[in-house]
């Protein structure tokens, strides 16, 4: 053999090597890199990342692979082209926030017909859809809750303003109702004005400022049912109540930032509603790891309570270990209540 045909003999072999090499390589690296749940989040939000938390967590407790997405806004066309990418990668189970409950509905179907599995977290989808589950916050009575609580404060009359997040969330019209159905309870109590259509903490503070200058002396408690409005109102309210002379405006928001929490534990603000952002992850992917594994739904669709607690400067420091009790109980209750054996 000459010493050409030798050397092309060495360089095919290595060819050959190599190109074995990187087909193991792809094989291999593709058989685990697609997880089997994808936990969806549609936007970086505070209460998106908790739920994130809840994701990880039942990854590291179960071993189970769960891919936590973030989406660049909260719209069904931004939902709809990420779910969609993903749907395209093998992934075989999805958690989803209903951004749009109608929207949402035809994303469902085409998942469920290719054979996926759905869980909605955080809120219910429309009726009709092919979510098995919805882990969520029970919305009306928890905003019912919240003003119950506000017009306890207030000595059962007085005037309220009504603080709304983003009127395209599935939740708020619902939230809204609520709190109407509740004031209109009680003769005394009346709604002075309603300020809605903020997803930012600065226009958040922006309308409820405006709004307090333009009728603080005749608003008695501010009731706020989204983390961002509680956020600013909470801030507000703060520089407000610590004014020695001040009329005191009492107040009950949603969701549990360390500014409402310190502002709870110095006593400038009464109360805010803790959800269970943490469940709304952790149990959406246990449902979709139990369905996976043949476990089937006792009913074609069923909403699952998280549970929520309100939070005072009696249990500001120790309410997490009751919200993660009843998250404990209700994955207990999985198998059995909400799922049967296949």
């Known amino acids: 053999m000459s010493r050409n045909n030798v050397f092309l003999v060495v360089i095919l072999t290595c060819l050959a090597a190599t190109l074995g090499g990187i087909k193991w390589y792809q094989s291999e690296y593709s058989s685990g890199a697609v997880e089997?749940?994808?936990l969806y989040l549609p936007l970086p939000h505070p209460y998106c990342n908790a739920v994130g938390e809840g994701g990880y967590a039942y990854a590291e407790d179960?071993?189970?692979?769960?891919?936590?997405v973030v989406g660049q806004e909260s719209t069904q066309a931004n939902v709809n082209t990420n779910v969609e990418s993903m749907y395209t990668l093998g992934h075989q189970g999805f958690a989803i926030y209903p951004v749009d409950p109608a929207?949402?509905?035809?994303?469902?179907a085409r998942l469920n017909d290719g054979g996926r599995q759905v869980v909605c977290y955080g809120a219910e989808p429309m009726e009709g859809s092919a979510a098995s589950f919805a882990v969520a916050t029970d919305t009306r009575q928890a905003a019912s809750q919240a003003a119950e609580e506000l017009i306890r404060l207030m000595g059962g009359h007085g005037k309220i303003l009504n603080v709304l997040e983003s009127l395209t969330d599935a939740n708020t019209p619902v939230r809204k109702a609520a709190i109407e159905a509740v004031v209109a309870k009680y003769p005394g109590v009346e709604i002075v004005q309603t300020v809605g259509d903020v997803t930012t903490?600065?226009?958040?503070?922006?309308?409820i400022e405006s709004a307090l200058v333009a009728r603080g002396d005749e608003v008695d408690g501010v009731v706020c049912t989204g983390y961002t409005t509680t956020v600013a109102a909470s801030v507000l309210l703060s520089e407000r109540n610590a004014k020695s002379g001040t009329k005191r405006i009492h107040f009950v928001g949603l969701d549990t930032d360390e500014r409402v929490l310190e502002a709870i534990r110095l006593g400038y603000v009464d109360a805010t509603l803790a959800q269970n952002p943490f469940g709304h992850g952790y149990i959406?992917?246990?449902?979709?790891?139990l369905m996976q594994q043949g476990w089937?739904?006792?009913e074609p669709y069923q909403f699952i309570d998280s549970g929520s607690v309100v939070v005072t400067k009696d249990n500001v420091d120790d309410f997490q270990s009751g919200i993660q009790q009843v998250t404990e109980q209700i994955v207990?209750?999985?198998k059995g209540r909400y799922l049967v054996q296949p």
Do not use: N, Q, W, Y
């Open 201 to 207: 903490e600065a226009k958040a503070r922006e309308k």
């Open 296 to 298: 089937k739904p006792v």
């Open 36 to 38: 089997p749940i994808v």
């Open 62 to 68: 179960t071993g189970t692979g769960v891919r936590v």
């Open 284 to 289: 959406s992917c246990a449902l979709i790891d």
């Open 332 to 334: 207990a209750e999985l």
């Open 103 to 108: 929207g949402s509905k035809g994303l469902f």
